[in-house]
């Protein structure tokens, strides 16, 4: 069996207990180690097998997988935040169907997650933004021309922009050109939640010279959007007083 497991943003407490134990019980961990922090090895138990898959193909990944099918052992499949998000896990889960190997998945904290505690903001505000786009800057990954940054940009809400931080010249030049003034607040969060995170409030003009400034080039997640520093937000109807929901009756 193998298991996909969510190793969490990075901090070892953020993974999930489920993902715990699976780390705990694994006879083979199989391990994105340019991402995850090393520390979750700590839960495997000494007759484990690791392998770092930063250094294999995807053949490779899958052969471990099937010599451990044979042999009845465990896989642990160990990615990064939550798989789902830019975590190549279909390719795999393809292969394995087409070999008769069953899996399950078990989904992390994402960073963007992270990111929004780090920054202690709230991605959905009332009348400011309801809605938070996930995406990335093509590099030798395309993306669909439809997906575009400036395609995006014109829905003015919030966006969380991945796999970027070595482009944001040309990032801030492309949101700007959809339709974000360069006043615009952002933020640069390095690194969410590990012990070495470091956030950074910027606009959309200036997220290159805050990066440049502060060294940030890899690991970094980008927000963008009013919510950054916004003050100006309807309070929630949920709890609001004169609003009648299905368990208490609001104050006329």
């Not at 715990?20 to 994105?32: G, P, Q």
């Not at 975590?87 to 394995?96: K, N, P, R, S, V």
């Not at 069953?102 to 505690?117: K, L, R």
Request: net charge negative.
């Amino acid at each position: 069996m193998v298991h996909f497991v969510g190793a969490g943003s990075g901090a070892v407490d953020l993974i999930t207990v489920r993902g715990m134990h699976m780390l705990e019980e694994a006879d083979v961990i199989i391990y994105t180690g340019s991402l995850v922090n090393p520390e979750l090895l700590s839960y495997k138990k000494e007759t484990c097998k690791v392998f770092d898959s930063a250094r294999m193909t995807l053949e490779e990944v899958i052969a471990v997988m099937e010599q451990a099918e044979r042999e009845n052992k465990e896989v642990v499949r160990l990615h990064t935040g939550d798989p789902c998000l830019y975590g190549a896990i279909t390719e795999q889960m393809d292969l394995l169907r087409e070999k008769g190997i069953a899996f399950d998945n078990t989904p992390g904290v994402s960073s963007f997650q992270a990111a929004a505690a780090a920054l202690q903001l709230e991605y959905t505000l009332p009348e400011v933004s309801q809605s938070v786009i996930i995406t990335r800057m093509e590099g030798r990954t395309p993306v669909p021309e439809t997906e575009a940054i400036e395609a995006f940009a014109r829905h003015q809400s919030t966006m969380v922009i991945f796999l970027s931080a070595g482009q944001l010249e040309q990032l801030s030049q492309r949101l700007m050109k959809g339709g974000y003034e360069a006043d615009t607040p952002a933020a640069i969060v390095y690194k969410a939640s590990w012990p070495d995170e470091q956030c950074f409030t910027c606009t959309v003009g200036s997220l290159a010279k805050t990066a440049e400034e502060n060294g940030i080039n890899r690991m970094a997640l980008i927000i963008v959007g009013k919510v950054v520093s916004s003050c100006d937000y309807a309070r929630s109807k949920l709890y609001d007083p004169t609003f009648t929901t299905g368990y208490r009756e609001g104050i006329k």
